[in-house]
């Protein structure tokens, strides 16, 4: 699949290796796996002179004399041999005084587990020779928590070492759109659904079903219910690593939400365990669930709902882990299935959030929420507003939009509409054509 996107990202990622000529940077890349990180860099970087060095499961010893052979073909000098991380990384800063190159790390997190004390060598050798220092140095992780640990938690070394951060997201929707024109160009308003409702821009994903030729809804789930699919696995491998052995109770609390039981005290009753602590991490050290509240609710308040923001770990949740017993035998038809059933209720939610997003990407709000009373009643798909043209829309979003009923959104809006008397007001449809 060719290059997409990225242009931003690209052009930040250049501006730094331009500085690096005359002041020493150090970047943190962070973004979920399969995103598409290794690749912009790679890309980025492509016409200029940039050590790559993947941190892989190994010895350190090992590590060290692949980045060395990487070192001397790419820079054409000798620096002899290394048991340690640090030795090779001390030569690098060295040659650096001299001479500017751009050191490419992925998967950085990695060294927690091969060296810790890598991270603190690294403080030591990176405050002794940046000043003087002509390095262009990108460390990418695919680890959140571990990765936000290492550059953000005041007792760490590297803390405040980072000049730049860069959070690479999945691809907007217009450049799913643009994929699509181009591999299918007849495709649907429900072939884009189901492609966002499974991929959410994640560029492995999308590679995937490119590879596949999967463009329709059925050929999607075709692919995703295959033996031996790709995606079948996905998540346990996406997110093992991040939770370690606490997964299970993770994994639970993350299969509810997906199933539609996104308050705190609904996720209590079923499990039967307090999961506030573990609901606090997924959302700020994980950073895989946003707490939600109602339009205008003040921060403290205790009517949240909480959802999970990427796309394809919703669906797996929803589908795939909480139907993992019959995943488990091979009865890949029964939990197809079981999405076919579910299928109109299901991306009706995913299509909210496409009309969310999408409102959100068009940088003409300053607010974007929906709304719910204290008893959960009361609901409101979207209400975005522009507070400096003082304009209020509210959004009903369905399937068919036979179905929308403006007068209803305004009697549900009414209470709303009275604390913003000097706004415009607007009622709107959102459903399936309008993608």
């Given at each position: 699949m060719k290059f997409y996107d990225r242009e931003s990202e690209?052009?930040?990622?250049?501006?730094?290796?331009?500085?690096?000529?005359s002041s020493a940077q150090m970047t943190m890349l962070l973004g979920r796996r399969r995103v598409g990180k290794t690749t912009l860099v790679k890309n980025a970087f492509a016409a200029n002179t940039a050590l790559y060095f993947f941190v892989a499961k190994k010895n350190e010893a090992l590590l060290c004399d692949e980045f060395t052979r990487e070192t001397e073909e790419k820079l054409g000098v000798s620096l002899g041999r290394f048991q340690s991380f640090a030795s090779l990384f001390k030569a690098l800063m060295g040659v650096s005084q001299t001479r500017n190159f751009t050191l490419l790390v992925d998967e950085f997190?990695?060294?927690?587990?091969?060296?810790?004390?890598?991270?603190?060598?690294i403080q030591n050798i990176w405050d002794t020779y940046k000043d003087n220092s002509k390095i262009n140095i990108v460390f990418c992780g695919s680890i959140y928590s571990m990765m936000k640990r290492i550059f953000e938690n005041s007792k760490e070394p590297l803390?405040?070492?980072?000049?730049?951060?860069?959070?690479?997201?999945?691809?907007?929707?217009?450049?799913?759109?643009?994929?699509?024109?181009?591999?299918?160009?007849?495709?649907?308003?429900?072939?884009l659904l189901a492609f966002y409702m499974v991929t959410g821009g994640v560029a492995k994903y999308i590679e995937q079903l490119v590879q596949n030729k999967a463009f329709?809804?059925?050929?999607?789930?075709?692919?995703?219910?295959?033996?031996?699919?790709?995606?079948?696995?996905?998540?346990?491998?996406?997110?093992?690593?991040e939770f370690?052995?606490?997964?299970?109770?993770?994994?639970?609390?993350?299969?509810?939400?997906?199933s539609s039981k996104t308050d705190r005290g609904d996720m209590e009753s079923t499990l039967q365990i307090a999961v506030g602590g573990f609901l606090d991490k997924l959302e700020k050290d994980y950073g895989l669930v946003t707490r939600n509240r109602p339009f205008g609710a003040k921060e403290g308040s205790r009517f949240n709902k909480y959802s999970i923001e990427d796309n394809f770990l919703n669906f797996w949740f929803r589908f795939i882990y909480k139907y993992r017993s019959a995943v488990e035998i091979g009865n890949l038809d029964y939990v197809r299935n079981i999405v076919e059933r579910d299928y109109e209720t299901y991306s009706g939610l995913i299509l909210e959030k496409y009309f969310r997003t999408q409102l959100i990407e068009t940088k003409q709000f300053s607010a974007i929420g929906s709304y719910w009373n204290r008893r959960g009643e009361n609901e409101i798909d979207i209400i975005a507003e522009n507070e400096l043209e003082k304009r209020l829309v509210f959004y009903e979003v369905k399937r068919n939009e036979k179905r929308i009923n403006l007068s209803v959104l305004e009697r549900k809006a009414s209470e709303i509409v009275k604390k913003y008397p000097n706004?415009?007001?607007?009622?709107?449809?959102?459903?399936?054509e309008q993608m």
């Open positions: 690209t052009a930040t990622l250049i501006k730094f290796e331009e500085i690096a000529q997190q990695e060294f927690a587990n091969i060296n810790p004390s890598v991270f603190s060598d803390f405040g070492r980072l000049t730049a951060k860069i959070m690479l997201k999945p691809f907007d929707i217009q450049t799913i759109k643009q994929i699509l024109r181009e591999m299918h160009p007849n495709y649907t308003s429900e072939d329709t809804k059925k050929k999607i789930f075709d692919t995703i219910f295959s033996e031996g699919s790709f995606f079948l696995d996905e998540g346990r491998a996406v997110l093992i690593d370690g052995r606490d997964y299970g109770n993770y994994f639970s609390i993350l299969s509810l939400i997906a706004f415009t007001v607007e009622y709107k449809k959102l459903s399936l």
